[in-house]
């Protein structure tokens, strides 16, 4: 086991490496001038005098080679560079907003995890009947509707028209349902499907047969059995989540103003904040792959054939 997480350990580094070198390429070679974009949001007159000295404060007049070698050597120490806006370290403000979006996030999986496991449940166990219609209806419209969509008709529903919920902001949690709402949706209903497949294969499996056969309570063969091993495919499908609830949380934030780093990395992009930029994109890539990292873990140690197969490569 401790050979398996120290293989997939051992991936983290490549991956951001290369992220971080096409995250900063790109950016470099998109349209506009980080120069002209610093200049704009300090107030100051884009001259060629003030040009020049921008893109050398910058770095800019230095080959693309050592532009990059120079910002991954600060950012290995934790300096990403300041923002062009508030003059202040990229990465405190970051850390700043980072923990609004966390309890978002961790707020939509914990919804997502206590509602999809007994729709699933009950969609297999009432399979082509009215409850299975229903989830696998409701299922089907989750996952076709947009997250941006959603939360514009939440907030005119509840917000607008009924007055039940706060329509924008940070406060109680009333101010945090319309936005786990809105981020969770999609991932509920996809779980929600996984749970109803796995369990429907695994009620035909032989193990099952024999738990039926030793005269086992259903409820003992359906919880203990069916259901607990129609749980694992969905810790691989957390670390999907994940990323999922990232992005959802880009536009949730967005929406009904909470003044989350999804917020924060959409108005560094209207402003070419390129130093927010590279920082929201390499921390965000950080939190997936680890994630990712964990759920190949948990994973393996609940099916032990897994880290087996990858000492035998």
């Known amino acids: 086991m401790f050979r398996y997480i120290l293989k997939r350990m051992a991936l983290l580094p490549p991956i951001l490496l290369a992220v971080s070198l096409v995250v900063f390429g790109i950016l470099r070679l998109g349209q506009g001038d980080p120069a002209m974009a610093y200049l704009r949001l300090s107030n100051i007159p884009p001259t060629d005098q003030a ?34 806006v508030t003059k202040n370290p990229v990465l405190d403000e970051i850390f700043y907003y980072l923990p609004n979006t966390l309890t978002l996030a961790a707020a939509s999986l914990v919804l997502t995890l206590l509602i999809s496991a007994p729709l699933g449940m009950v969609s297999a166990l ?32 509840f917000a607008v028209k009924l007055g039940w919920l706060p329509p924008m902001g940070k406060g109680g949690l009333g101010h945090m349902v319309l936005p786990v709402v809105t981020m969770s949706l999609m991932s509920l209903c996809i779980n929600t499907r996984l749970i109803r497949a796995n369990m429907l294969d ?112």
């Open 202 to 313: 695994n009620m035909h499996s032989r193990y099952v047969l024999y738990a039926r056969a030793r005269g086992l309570p259903e409820s003992v063969v359906v919880g203990r059995h069916v259901m607990a091993n129609s749980l694992i495919p969905v810790i691989t499908a957390i670390g999907m989540h994940v990323g999922e609830l990232f992005g959802g949380a880009v536009i949730a934030e967005t929406i009904f103003a909470w003044p989350g780093v999804g917020r924060y990395a959409v108005s560094a992009i209207y402003n070419r904040d390129y130093p927010v930029m590279q920082c929201f994109i390499l921390i965000m890539t950080t939190i997936f792959v680890t994630m990712n990292l964990v759920v190949d873990i948990c994973y393996a140690w609940l099916d032990p054939r897994i880290r087996f197969e990858g000492d035998s490569r």
């Open 126 to 157: 009432k399979k082509d009947k009215l409850p299975d219609h229903l989830t696998r209806g409701l299922s089907f419209f989750g996952v076709s509707m947009p997250n941006f969509w959603l939360g514009f008709i939440l907030a005119w529903l």
């Open 51 to 84: 040009l020049a000295v921008a893109r050398e404060e910058l770095g800019l007049d230095k080959p693309f080679a050592v532009q990059y070698v120079r910002w991954l050597g600060d950012a290995v120490q934790g300096d990403f560079g300041r923002s062009y």
